[in-house]
């Protein structure tokens, strides 16, 4: 089950590969089910609207075959994304089929990023809409955005023995260990408290 709770790193593109938790491990807890949970997910990380999502699921349940194939391609870039981050935290290059990976769907993304607009300002819009892998567009274009940016060298996993989730540090003195502190943070201090009275 997705909630908003699930949205602590900084960047969609990481709260995307964060969708799976437990990778260290070894029993990971996907939370991409369904393409109904790609939705939601992307909702609630606004890279999509609800009337959006409404539509999207509407020509997904007349399109088995390429719902089953949208899926496949978002669980694809999400395993592609995490190889590319966690080589940048071991400061290794990328694998050459990851990167290629994230390279094709970010082409793509970039192929239907349209500018409008907007009531106040010009905003990134994506078009055609009906394309069911359109949630991922966001995702490719913030993951290219964060891998160019200064903002990589703040790149983490959190501290914690099974999570793996990565995050953005931008805590000013750059001390933050932990996805949430609601989460695994407290997990941490019950346990080192559980410890000290032993």
């Not at 969609?12 to 089910?33: A, E, P, Y």
């Not at 870039?77 to 769907?105: G, I, T, Y």
């Not at 907007?118 to 394309?131: L, N, S, V």
């Amino acid at each position: 089950m997705i909630n908003s709770g699930d949205f602590v790193a900084g960047a969609l593109s990481l709260d995307f590969v964060n969708t799976v938790g437990g990778t260290r491990t070894g029993i990971h807890n996907d939370k991409l089910g369904r393409y109904e949970d790609l939705l939601d997910w992307a909702v609630l990380g606004n890279a999509i609207t609800r009337s959006h999502a409404d539509a999207l699921a509407s020509n997904a349940r007349r399109r088995p075959d390429m719902t089953a194939r949208a899926m496949g391609e978002a669980k694809a870039l999400r395993e592609a994304l995490h190889a590319l981050f966690s080589a940048e935290l071991k400061q290794r290059p990328p694998p050459k089929q990851s990167f290629e990976l994230v390279n094709q769907r970010l082409g793509e993304a970039l192929s239907h990023a349209r500018v409008k607009r907007g009531a106040k300002r010009y905003e990134w819009t994506w078009e055609p809409p009906e394309i069911l892998g359109a949630p991922l567009w966001p995702v490719a274009h913030n993951a290219g955005e964060l891998l160019t940016s200064d903002l990589l060298d703040r790149l983490h996993e959190c501290a914690s023995d099974t999570c793996g989730w990565f995050f953005l540090d931008l805590t000013k003195n750059r001390s933050r260990r932990w996805c949430s502190m609601h989460g695994c943070g407290n997990r941490d201090k019950i346990r080192r408290f559980r410890e000290r009275q032993v």
